[in-house]
T-cell receptor, first 113, second 114 residues
Framework: EADIYQTPRYLVIGTGKKITLECSQT?????MYWYQQDPGMELHLIHY???????EKGDLSSESTVSRIRTEHFPLTLESARPSHTSQYLC????????????FGNGTRLTVT | DQQVKQNSPSLSVQEGRISILNCDYT??????FLWYKKYPAEGPTFLIS?????DKNEDGRFTVFLNKSAKHLSLHIVPSQPGDSAVYFC?????????????FGKGTLLTVNP
Protein backbone atom coordinates (compact mmCIF):
# COMPACT_ATOMS: atom_id res chain seq x y z
CA GLU A 1 0.00 0.00 0.00
CA ALA A 2 2.97 2.28 -0.66
CA ASP A 3 1.97 5.87 -1.31
CA ILE A 4 5.52 6.79 -2.05
CA TYR A 5 7.09 5.19 -5.08
CA GLN A 6 10.70 4.75 -6.00
CA THR A 7 12.04 3.54 -9.34
CA PRO A 8 14.00 1.61 -10.23
CA ARG A 9 14.08 -0.86 -7.32
CA TYR A 10 17.48 -2.19 -8.42
CA LEU A 11 20.05 -0.61 -10.73
CA VAL A 12 23.44 -1.91 -11.84
CA ILE A 13 25.38 0.59 -13.87
CA GLY A 14 28.93 1.24 -15.04
CA THR A 15 31.27 3.90 -13.74
CA GLY A 16 30.86 7.34 -15.30
CA LYS A 17 27.20 6.98 -16.24
CA LYS A 18 24.61 9.59 -15.33
CA ILE A 19 21.67 8.24 -13.35
CA THR A 20 18.43 9.59 -11.95
CA LEU A 21 16.58 7.88 -9.12
CA GLU A 22 12.88 8.67 -9.19
CA CYS A 23 10.68 9.33 -6.17
CA SER A 24 7.01 10.28 -6.24
CA GLN A 25 4.40 10.54 -3.52
CA THR A 26 0.65 10.83 -3.81
CA UNK A 27 -0.07 12.09 -0.30
CA UNK A 28 0.44 15.80 -1.00
CA UNK A 29 3.24 15.98 1.57
CA UNK A 30 5.25 19.19 1.65
CA UNK A 31 8.43 17.66 3.03
CA MET A 32 10.54 15.11 1.17
CA TYR A 33 13.87 13.50 1.99
CA TRP A 34 16.59 11.27 0.58
CA TYR A 35 18.44 8.93 2.90
CA GLN A 36 21.39 6.69 2.07
CA GLN A 37 21.98 3.40 3.85
CA ASP A 38 24.75 0.82 3.63
CA PRO A 39 24.09 -2.71 4.96
CA GLY A 40 24.17 -2.88 8.75
CA MET A 41 24.58 0.85 9.05
CA GLU A 42 22.38 3.77 10.00
CA LEU A 43 20.36 5.80 7.52
CA HIS A 44 22.07 9.08 6.64
CA LEU A 45 20.15 12.14 5.41
CA ILE A 46 21.68 13.42 2.15
CA HIS A 47 19.00 15.82 0.84
CA TYR A 48 15.70 17.28 1.94
CA UNK A 49 13.06 19.67 0.72
CA UNK A 50 10.40 21.60 2.59
CA UNK A 51 8.41 22.39 -0.54
CA UNK A 52 8.50 23.29 -4.23
CA UNK A 53 11.76 24.98 -5.25
CA UNK A 54 13.27 24.27 -1.83
CA UNK A 55 16.22 21.87 -1.54
CA GLU A 56 18.86 21.54 1.16
CA LYS A 57 21.85 19.29 1.72
CA GLY A 58 21.64 16.84 4.58
CA ASP A 59 24.10 15.78 7.22
CA LEU A 60 26.04 13.38 4.99
CA SER A 61 27.96 14.94 2.13
CA SER A 62 26.83 13.57 -1.20
CA GLU A 63 27.85 14.19 -4.81
CA SER A 64 24.24 13.76 -5.87
CA THR A 65 21.83 16.60 -6.62
CA VAL A 66 18.06 16.90 -6.25
CA SER A 67 15.26 19.04 -7.60
CA ARG A 68 11.73 19.81 -6.44
CA ILE A 69 9.74 21.31 -9.28
CA ARG A 70 6.48 19.62 -8.31
CA THR A 71 5.19 18.78 -4.85
CA GLU A 72 4.87 15.09 -5.61
CA HIS A 73 8.24 14.54 -7.33
CA PHE A 74 11.74 14.58 -5.80
CA PRO A 75 14.31 12.98 -8.14
CA LEU A 76 17.94 12.41 -7.22
CA THR A 77 20.67 12.63 -9.88
CA LEU A 78 24.25 11.45 -10.01
CA GLU A 79 26.09 13.07 -12.92
CA SER A 80 28.91 10.52 -12.98
CA ALA A 81 28.42 7.33 -10.99
CA ARG A 82 31.35 5.78 -9.13
CA PRO A 83 31.71 2.51 -7.19
CA SER A 84 31.70 4.55 -3.95
CA HIS A 85 28.08 5.49 -4.77
CA THR A 86 27.01 1.85 -4.36
CA SER A 87 24.37 1.91 -1.64
CA GLN A 88 20.66 1.84 -0.94
CA TYR A 89 18.82 5.11 -1.47
CA LEU A 90 15.58 5.66 0.45
CA CYS A 91 13.12 8.43 -0.31
CA UNK A 92 10.67 9.64 2.34
CA UNK A 93 7.99 12.26 2.79
CA UNK A 94 6.06 13.83 5.64
CA UNK A 95 3.28 16.39 6.02
CA UNK A 96 3.80 19.82 7.51
CA UNK A 97 1.95 18.78 10.68
CA UNK A 98 4.15 18.75 13.77
CA UNK A 99 5.51 15.39 14.90
CA UNK A 100 4.31 13.54 11.81
CA UNK A 101 6.42 10.47 11.06
CA UNK A 102 8.25 10.00 7.79
CA UNK A 103 6.76 7.66 5.19
CA PHE A 104 9.44 5.76 3.30
CA GLY A 105 9.48 4.26 -0.16
CA ASN A 106 10.89 0.80 -0.76
CA GLY A 107 14.24 2.15 -1.85
CA THR A 108 16.57 1.84 -4.82
CA ARG A 109 19.56 -0.44 -4.47
CA LEU A 110 22.30 1.01 -6.65
CA THR A 111 25.41 -0.92 -7.68
CA VAL A 112 28.11 0.87 -9.66
CA THR A 113 30.62 -1.44 -11.30
CA ASP B 1 30.44 10.31 16.04
CA GLN B 2 27.24 8.37 16.46
CA GLN B 3 24.54 10.34 18.25
CA VAL B 4 22.07 7.45 18.32
CA LYS B 5 23.42 4.06 19.32
CA GLN B 6 21.84 0.64 19.16
CA ASN B 7 24.50 -1.54 20.71
CA SER B 8 22.85 -4.88 20.05
CA PRO B 9 23.08 -5.80 16.37
CA SER B 10 20.72 -8.72 16.88
CA LEU B 11 18.22 -10.20 19.33
CA SER B 12 16.49 -13.57 19.31
CA VAL B 13 13.37 -14.34 21.37
CA GLN B 14 10.71 -17.04 21.56
CA GLU B 15 7.22 -16.42 20.30
CA GLY B 16 4.96 -15.15 23.06
CA ARG B 17 7.80 -13.73 25.15
CA ILE B 18 8.80 -10.10 25.55
CA SER B 19 11.25 -8.44 23.16
CA ILE B 20 13.20 -5.48 24.52
CA LEU B 21 15.17 -3.36 22.09
CA ASN B 22 17.44 -0.67 23.48
CA CYS B 23 18.69 2.65 22.19
CA ASP B 24 21.05 5.25 23.69
CA TYR B 25 21.62 8.80 22.54
CA THR B 26 24.23 11.43 23.25
CA UNK B 27 22.63 14.66 22.00
CA UNK B 28 20.69 16.21 24.87
CA UNK B 29 18.88 18.44 22.36
CA UNK B 30 16.92 15.51 20.96
CA UNK B 31 13.28 15.95 21.94
CA UNK B 32 11.40 13.48 19.78
CA PHE B 33 12.11 9.79 19.34
CA LEU B 34 10.74 7.19 16.96
CA TRP B 35 11.02 3.50 16.23
CA TYR B 36 10.87 2.16 12.70
CA LYS B 37 10.60 -1.43 11.53
CA LYS B 38 12.20 -2.61 8.31
CA TYR B 39 11.63 -5.85 6.43
CA PRO B 40 14.15 -6.96 3.79
CA ALA B 41 13.76 -5.21 0.42
CA GLU B 42 11.24 -2.74 1.88
CA GLY B 43 11.51 0.75 3.26
CA PRO B 44 11.29 1.46 7.00
CA THR B 45 7.77 1.62 8.43
CA PHE B 46 6.89 3.89 11.34
CA LEU B 47 6.04 1.96 14.50
CA ILE B 48 5.73 4.25 17.51
CA SER B 49 7.06 7.56 18.79
CA UNK B 50 7.52 9.47 22.03
CA UNK B 51 8.02 13.10 22.89
CA UNK B 52 10.57 14.11 25.50
CA UNK B 53 7.79 15.43 27.72
CA UNK B 54 6.62 11.85 28.26
CA ASP B 55 8.33 8.80 29.69
CA LYS B 56 6.07 6.15 28.20
CA ASN B 57 3.91 5.66 25.14
CA GLU B 58 1.89 2.56 24.39
CA ASP B 59 0.25 1.29 21.20
CA GLY B 60 -1.15 -2.21 21.35
CA ARG B 61 1.68 -4.69 21.81
CA PHE B 62 4.31 -1.95 21.51
CA THR B 63 5.49 0.30 24.33
CA VAL B 64 8.31 2.80 24.22
CA PHE B 65 9.98 3.98 27.43
CA LEU B 66 12.13 7.09 27.64
CA ASN B 67 14.65 7.78 30.41
CA LYS B 68 15.93 11.29 29.73
CA SER B 69 18.42 11.37 32.59
CA ALA B 70 20.09 8.24 31.23
CA LYS B 71 19.57 9.30 27.59
CA HIS B 72 18.07 5.89 26.96
CA LEU B 73 14.95 4.57 25.35
CA SER B 74 13.62 1.09 24.87
CA LEU B 75 10.96 -0.62 22.80
CA HIS B 76 9.00 -3.46 24.40
CA ILE B 77 7.02 -5.87 22.28
CA VAL B 78 4.62 -8.10 24.21
CA PRO B 79 3.81 -10.76 23.19
CA SER B 80 6.35 -11.21 20.41
CA GLN B 81 5.14 -12.80 17.17
CA PRO B 82 7.09 -14.34 14.27
CA GLY B 83 5.83 -11.51 12.03
CA ASP B 84 7.72 -9.07 14.25
CA SER B 85 11.00 -10.44 12.89
CA ALA B 86 12.62 -7.44 11.22
CA VAL B 87 15.29 -4.79 11.71
CA TYR B 88 14.25 -2.12 14.21
CA PHE B 89 15.70 1.37 13.91
CA CYS B 90 15.70 3.94 16.67
CA UNK B 91 15.61 7.55 15.46
CA UNK B 92 15.69 10.97 17.09
CA UNK B 93 15.18 14.58 16.11
CA UNK B 94 15.64 18.09 17.45
CA UNK B 95 12.68 20.43 17.27
CA UNK B 96 10.08 17.68 16.77
CA UNK B 97 7.81 18.60 13.92
CA UNK B 98 9.29 21.89 12.81
CA UNK B 99 12.74 20.51 12.02
CA UNK B 100 12.16 16.99 10.96
CA UNK B 101 15.63 15.71 10.23
CA UNK B 102 15.97 12.30 11.81
CA UNK B 103 19.18 10.80 13.15
CA PHE B 104 19.09 7.01 13.01
CA GLY B 105 20.84 4.22 14.85
CA LYS B 106 22.32 1.23 13.03
CA GLY B 107 19.37 -1.01 13.81
CA THR B 108 18.79 -4.24 15.70
CA LEU B 109 17.75 -7.40 13.90
CA LEU B 110 14.97 -9.07 15.88
CA THR B 111 14.25 -12.72 15.24
CA VAL B 112 11.13 -14.21 16.85
CA ASN B 113 11.26 -17.99 16.82
CA PRO B 114 8.00 -19.98 16.63
Amino acid sequence: EADIYQTPRYLVIGTGKKITLECSQTMGHDKMYWYQQDPGMELHLIHYSYGVNSTEKGDLSSESTVSRIRTEHFPLTLESARPSHTSQYLCASSPRTANSPLHFGNGTRLTVT
Amino acid sequence: DQQVKQNSPSLSVQEGRISILNCDYTNSMFDYFLWYKKYPAEGPTFLISISSIKDKNEDGRFTVFLNKSAKHLSLHIVPSQPGDSAVYFCAASVGGGSNYKLTFGKGTLLTVNP
